[in-house]
C-alpha cells in the first residue's frame, strides 16, 4: 500500500517553508521608531488630529512629550499644514468625475538651544479619488478615510526623519 499524504500536512509544511524563507531574508515587522532624544515639543494645535497620532507614535518609542518647549531635547515646528481637494476630470455635462487630495506638511525641527536638527521640509501626499453624485454618502466617507491613511503614512514620513536626526557632539564627529 502506497504512503498518501494528507493535505493538511502538505498545507502546514508549506506555511513552515514561508514562514523560513521570510526569517531568512531579514524580514521583521517595523518597530517603533528609535528617536535619537529623550523629550520632544510639537508644535501642533491642541485638537489637531495629526498632533495626537504622532504623539501618540512618539510616546510608543518611549520619548515624552513635553507640553514646555524650554524642557524639551528637540522642538518640532509646524510651519504649515494644508489640504486641498482638486478636480482631475470632468465628464461630457461638465460634471466632476476624478478630483485629488493633497496633504502638505511643512516641518523644521531645532533643539532646545536653537540649533536647527532638521531645516524646514516638507512632505506632500495625493491621493486620486473617482466621483460619482449617485454615491455623494459613499464618497464622502471614501475621502474622510482617504485623508486618514494620508495621515498615518505622514505620520510614519515624520518619524522617519525624526530618527535620522543627528544630535549632540558625538553625532558631529561622525558626519566628518
Same mark, same amino acid.
Given at each position: ?51 495626537? =497620532? ?9 520619548? &515624552?512629550?513635553?507640553?514646555?518647549? @524650554?524642557? #524639551? %531635547?528637540?522642538? !518640532? ?44 521640509? =516638507? ?9 460619482? &453624485?449617485?454615491?455623494?454618502?459613499? @464618497?464622502? #466617507? %471614501?475621502?474622510? !478615510? ?31
Amino acid at each position: 500500500m502506497p504512503y498518501r499524504t494528507s493535505p493538511l500536512l502538505i498545507r502546514w509544511l508549506l506555511t513552515l517553508l514561508a514562514v523560513s524563507m521570510l526569517t531568512a531574508c531579514g524580514f521583521h515587522l517595523r518597530g517603533p521608531a528609535n528617536l535619537p532624544f529623550k523629550t520632544i515639543y510639537l508644535g501642533f494645535s491642541g485638537n489637531s488630529s495629526l498632533g495626537t =497620532e504622532l504623539t501618540r507614535n512618539i510616546r510608543a518609542s518611549g520619548v &515624552e512629550v513635553v507640553s514646555d518647549p @524650554k524642557l #524639551a %531635547e528637540a522642538v !518640532l515646528q509646524v510651519i504649515a499644514d494644508t489640504r486641498e481637494k482638486k478636480i482631475l476630470t470632468l465628464n461630457t455635462d461638465g460634471r466632476v468625475r476624478e478630483y485629488a487630495l493633497y496633504q502638505r506638511f511643512k516641518f523644521a525641527v531645532k533643539d532646545n538651544a536653537g540649533k536647527v536638527l532638521i531645516a524646514p521640509v =516638507e512632505i506632500r501626499l495625493k491621493r486620486d479619488v473617482t466621483y460619482n &453624485e449617485n454615491q455623494e454618502l459613499a @464618497k464622502q #466617507a %471614501e475621502e474622510g !478615510l482617504l485623508y486618514r491613511d494620508m495621515q498615518t503614512d505622514l505620520v510614519q514620513q515624520i518619524l522617519r526623519r525624526l530618527s535620522a536626526t543627528k544630535t549632540g557632539p558625538d553625532d558631529q564627529n561622525d558626519q566628518e
